[in-house]
């Protein structure tokens, strides 16, 4: 019996990666895919009372979600499916105090 195809030993020693904000700091491998995630515009989150209002998605991110992380430069950045505005969010960096 052999053992594994020399592929999947190669691909099982490829860490997985995620990608840097533009300000430096990278997000986490489990909130993006080298192209989900993003500093947001001004008016694309909105604090309301009950969470995160996000404008193109039509989300409320309650403030207890565990989507939401501390940003890593004080900006808010949002990970989304694909990267795409309006689809639905995997994680919300968001500055301290927010």
């Given at each position: 019996?052999s053992?594994?195809?020399?592929?999947?030993?190669?691909?099982?020693?490829?860490?997985?990666?995620?990608?840097?904000?533009?300000?430096?700091?990278?997000?986490?491998?489990?909130?993006?895919?080298?192209?989900?995630?993003?500093?947001?515009?001004?008016?694309?989150?909105?604090?309301t009372?009950?969470?995160y209002?996000?404008?193109?998605?039509?989300?409320?991110?309650?403030?207890?979600?565990?989507?939401?992380?501390?940003?890593?430069?004080?900006?808010?950045?949002?990970?989304?499916?694909?990267?795409?505005?309006?689809?639905?969010?995997?994680?919300?960096?968001?500055?301290?105090?927010?």
């Amino acid at each position: 019996m052999s053992g594994p195809a020399p592929g999947l030993l190669l691909l099982a020693a490829v860490p997985a990666f995620g990608h840097d904000a533009p300000s430096g700091w990278s997000y986490a491998v489990a909130c993006c895919d080298n192209k989900d995630c993003r500093p947001t515009v001004p008016g694309e989150i909105e604090a309301t009372r009950l969470g995160y209002k996000v404008r193109d998605s039509g989300e409320l991110i309650p403030y207890s979600d565990r989507r939401i992380k501390p940003s890593g430069d004080g900006g808010m950045h949002r990970c989304s499916y694909g990267g795409f505005p309006a689809a639905g969010t995997i994680c919300l960096y968001v500055p301290a105090g927010s």
